[in-house]
């Protein structure tokens, strides 16, 4: 049987969406770096995995998906463990999931990866960042968090009281956020402090950070 | 039960739901929001969709908003009725699921940007970026080089079936070819043409096409 394979980069927030995934249903899987500095994903043979140039694919088997929040909502349908679901197998409720993984696709995730642009990857390269696009991009994550806070006053998690994909999926953009200034959005909102916390402590997540670890060592 | 849908009918995103509605024969009411009054802005909205945008359903007790979220959820409550838009197993699914993202993620912002330019804009009397507009329309021939590609195998975006993974270009594709005068991305391309005109001429998007009475 062949093994499951995610083909990506630790660098790539995608890909530790997935890498979450794979852990939080205790799946064996083979990681394969792709080389994002060095263009690999916009070549062959890459593009004839994900046209799109994109990272991370996934190969279960004979199949081959690319866009994570597909891969993991096929993940979770597939591989569901009983009781500890990350969805729900019910559709009304699965659609609440549905919709705040859509909320995080749309809302939060684009004003994020303005600020880890900005304070994160610009200054590894030894460039200043630009003060108003992130003075902007805070104000727009600020108005988010602050639905987020509302939401989160009434559900232990974003769709319901379980931890589900639409938790799972801010994962990566959380962790690198909360060691920039940018900390303080979250720190100043206490049920979304709290939120953050719980799924930071996931051991699935846990793991992810770990593979990063290793792989800067 | 009727869905109540709050939005506007010629909008794209509520396009989208009123399209899979119809496909699945569910019945529907529209609560008119009024974008031009700022009506999405308001507090008694916001208490339906916390970001201030249409479409926002409510079905009995059931309140959700993000179109694609909304798409995937009738899709699946009604899968035994009309056309099935989610697929036959677990794996067709999961195609599904990868097409309606590429949509969302590598097509429909560039779309947005397009039209807010070309034709948004204008209709509010300023003036569109045409440079930015331009930028878009390069790499939308990108995008649809890779569905001319993928199209030349497959009939429907995921398979041999029409999907939700078709349906979400409908209202964007609509944009383009009637609205923005970008109908050559479509028309040059065989496959890409092929496709548009069979999803556009299904009973369930011309319905909607009356309703929106453009």
């Not at chain 1, 205790?26 to 004839?48: C, R, W």
């Not at chain 1, 969805?87 to 684009?110: G, K, L, M, T």
Request: glycine letters at 4%.
């Amino acid at each position: 049987m062949k093994n499951k394979k995610v083909y990506g980069s630790l660098n790539s927030a995608a890909t530790l969406k997935v890498l979450a995934c794979l852990f939080e249903h205790d799946l064996d899987f083979d990681f394969v770096p792709i080389d994002l500095e060095a263009g690999e994903h916009k070549k062959k043979p890459f593009l004839s995995m994900n046209p799109f140039g994109q990272v991370p694919v996934f190969e279960d088997g004979d199949v081959k998906q690319f866009e994570s929040r597909a891969i993991i909502r096929s993940m979770g349908h597939q591989y569901g463990k009983k009781g500890e679901e990350l969805i729900y197998w019910d559709s009304r409720e699965q659609a609440v999931v549905a919709n705040w993984i859509d909320v995080e696709d749309h809302h939060f995730e684009p004003p994020a990866l303005k600020l880890i642009s900005e304070l994160v990857i610009k200054p590894k390269k030894g460039l200043t960042p630009d003060e108003e696009t992130v003075a902007e991009a805070e104000a727009k994550l600020a108005k988010v968090l602050d639905v987020y806070e509302a939401r989160l006053s009434k559900f232990k998690y974003l769709a319901s009281d379980k931890y589900t994909i639409a938790d799972m999926l801010h994962l990566p953009n959380i962790q690198a956020l909360i060691g920039t200034q940018a900390k303080k959005l979250f720190d100043s909102r206490p049920r979304l402090s709290e939120w953050c916390t719980a799924i930071l402590a996931r051991p699935a997540w846990i793991k992810v950070v770990e593979m990063q670890q290793k792989a800067q060592a | 039960m009727v869905v109540k849908v709050h939005g506007s009918v010629r909008a794209a995103c509520p396009q989208r739901v009123l399209a899979c509605l119809l496909e699945k024969d569910v019945e529907f009411e529209i609560f008119h929001v009024d974008l031009d009054a700022g009506e999405h802005k308001r507090p008694e909205f916001l208490l339906r969709q916390p970001f201030g945008q249409i479409p926002a359903v409510e079905d009995g007790d059931l309140k959700l908003f993000e179109s694609r979220a909304i798409i995937r959820y009738y899709a699946a409550k009604y899968v035994d009725r009309g056309p099935n838009l989610l697929g036959n197993s677990l794996e067709e699914r999961a195609v599904v699921d990868q097409w309606l993202e590429v949509e969302a993620h590598n097509f429909n912002d560039l779309v947005k940007t397009l039209v807010f330019q070309i034709v948004i804009l204008p209709r509010m009397g300023e003036h569109g970026d045409l440079a930015l507009a331009q930028k878009c329309e390069q790499q939308l021939e990108k995008v649809f080089d890779i569905y001319e590609q993928h199209l030349s195998k497959s009939s429907y975006l995921a398979g041999d079936s029409f999907t939700l993974a078709d349906l979400s270009h409908l209202p964007a594709i609509r944009y383009l070819v009637n609205d923005a005068g970008m109908g050559h991305l479509v028309s040059e391309r065989k496959h890409v043409n092929a496709w548009w005109e069979d999803i556009s001429n299904r009973s369930a998007w011309k319905k909607l096409m009356e309703l929106s009475k453009y």
